[in-house]
């Protein structure tokens, strides 16, 4: 019994509650398996960060390699590069890749900043993701990190919209011609990790082979169920329980 892989390029978050911890526990809830590629190392707990530190892009690429041989990658998800080089490294990594499979999905998380406004990459995150931001299949934004990239055009965009008030978070998708709202109820408190989560559930549920719109409405409903039965480390953000099954 085999099990599709989504190949993940992530930071690592000590706190294990965002970056490559949140991705391989969302993406096995799904029924994938996470390929775990560091991108950079952090110095941060689950409500502030004070240090980022890259990967060098050349070992980045070498366990990427190591991965693509041994085993069939049905999705890709990118969470932060760390910085322009090792997003330009991903980038050529993918395309050849999709020299054999056009088709293969990328899930980006355009992550510019922590939920607490923390800087995630070095050199600014806004140009160090650029080079990927033209390979992507779905982009997750929030509504700050959407208004960042304003004018750029994805096949698939589901802006979420947690940094918003009100009693219901409100995710919008545009793609294929077409939009779409769900809606949420908005859950009290704030969380840490809660971006990686969705998106990495998007890429388990696209490497899958489900549709986009299935695999954004599933994910959803699994990113607020971990939302809703999260708990706390200590003081300030909590954790979302990965551990609960998608729907």
């Given at each position: ?9 992530s ?23 996470a ?72 899930v ?53 919209g ?16 077409q ?26 549920r ?26 706390a ?12 099954h998608?729907?």
């Amino acid at each position: 019994m085999t099990r599709p892989a989504v190949l993940v390029f992530s930071g690592l978050d000590p706190s294990g509650g965002a970056g490559v911890a949140a991705d391989v526990q969302a993406i096995a809830a799904q029924g994938a398996h996470a390929l775990p590629v560091v991108t950079a190392l952090t110095v941060q707990d689950h409500n502030w960060v004070y240090d980022v530190e890259p990967v060098d892009a050349c070992l980045l690429t070498r366990q990427a390699r190591v991965l693509a041989a041994a085993c069939r990658i049905k999705a890709i998800k990118v969470g932060i590069p760390g910085n322009r080089a090792n997003a330009e490294a991903i980038a050529s990594f993918i395309l050849r890749l999709r020299e054999d499979h056009p088709a293969l999905p990328m899930v980006l998380d355009p992550v510019l900043a922590s939920g607490n406004g923390d800087p995630l990459s070095r050199g600014g995150a806004l140009a160090a993701i650029g080079p990927l931001l033209a390979l992507a299949t779905v982009v997750v934004p929030n509504l700050a990190e959407a208004q960042a990239l304003a004018g750029a055009r994805f096949p698939h965009l589901l802006v979420t919209g947690g940094h918003a008030s009100g009693p219901s978070v409100r995710n919008r998708w545009h793609g294929e011609g077409q939009c779409r709202d769900w809606e949420w109820p908005r859950l009290a408190g704030g969380f840490h990790g809660s971006g990686c989560t969705l998106s990495a559930a998007i890429a388990g549920r696209l490497a899958l082979g489900e549709p986009v719109v299935q695999a954004l409405e599933r994910a959803q409903a699994y990113c607020h169920g971990a939302l809703a039965s999260s708990f706390a480390l200590g003081a300030g953000q909590r954790i979302p329980d990965r551990s609960a099954h998608p729907v």
